[in-house]
């Protein structure tokens, strides 16, 4: 592989996650976008995607400990102070989180004992080793490009879909009304520090294969959740709650 121009890279970084995106949506998620989802969907979801969401600062700290680059480490520390809530009290965003689970009638001491699913498992033993191990060029592409970048695409549905179809308030989607803003400005700085510290053909080729294999893994998290709850015959089994 030859090095690449920053912009060739990053052509091919949004070609392997747009190639793994899916090319039809699962009648779980399209019940979830429009708000027709029963609750008890809701709930399943949301208890999944805590896991992620308490993982997050652990994972960019972990990115972080890692990083010689005393400027790259300074982006992070600024990212990992946003998601402890910029040090403001029940601010943190796991908090954040646990504040909208209750609105939607899940305890914390419910959600605390909420088992993964193995897709789950999956994608969090992957960032906790791509965090952990990699090197953090190749970390901020798979995780701060990959997934919390792309993470920011549906929280303004999100939004729209919690306040006007499952009526809560702005109190409760508090989580998400933050991360509207601060996902989209976590993955641009990932974007940028991955396009300019991607810098042989090795770290490029290493890019590449994390940010695709964060991408497998993060599609099969969104698909074992629909499956999980509505099972092979999802269709049939939405209907019959509807």
Not at 87 to 107: C, N, Q, V, W
Not at 137 to 151: H, I, K, N
């Amino acid at each position: 592989m030859q090095l690449l121009k920053p912009a060739e890279l990053e052509e091919k970084i949004f070609e392997i996650i747009g190639r793994n995106l899916p090319k039809g949506i699962d009648p779980f998620w399209l019940a979830l976008f429009d708000g027709s989802l029963p609750i008890e969907g809701v709930r399943h979801w949301a208890k999944q995607l805590f896991f992620m969401t308490d993982g997050f600062g652990r994972f960019t700290s972990a990115i972080h400990s890692n990083c010689p680059v005393f400027d790259v480490r300074h982006v992070l520390a600024e990212t990992i102070y946003e998601e402890h809530g910029r040090m403001l009290a029940k601010k943190d965003h796991p908090e954040l989180y646990r504040k909208f689970t209750r609105a939607i009638g899940i305890s914390d001491s419910e959600l605390a004992a909420t088992p993964p699913l193995p897709e789950t498992d999956l994608l969090i033993d992957w960032l906790h080793d791509l965090c952990h191990h990699r090197h953090f060029v190749e970390a901020l592409a798979g995780f701060g490009v990959g997934v919390e970048g792309q993470a920011n695409k549906g929280i303004p549905i999100f939004v729209d879909v919690f306040r006007n179809k499952y009526g809560l308030s702005e109190d409760a989607i508090e989580f998400w009304t933050t991360h509207a803003e601060d996902d989209i400005e976590h993955g641009r700085r990932s974007l940028e520090i991955v396009l300019q510290y991607a810098n042989t053909p090795q770290l490029q080729a290493g890019v590449l294969e994390c940010v695709r294999k964060s991408m497998e893994r993060l599609m099969l998290f969104h698909h074992g959740i629909g499956h999980a709850y509505a099972g092979a015959l999802s269709n049939d089994r939405l209907a019959a709650n509807a």
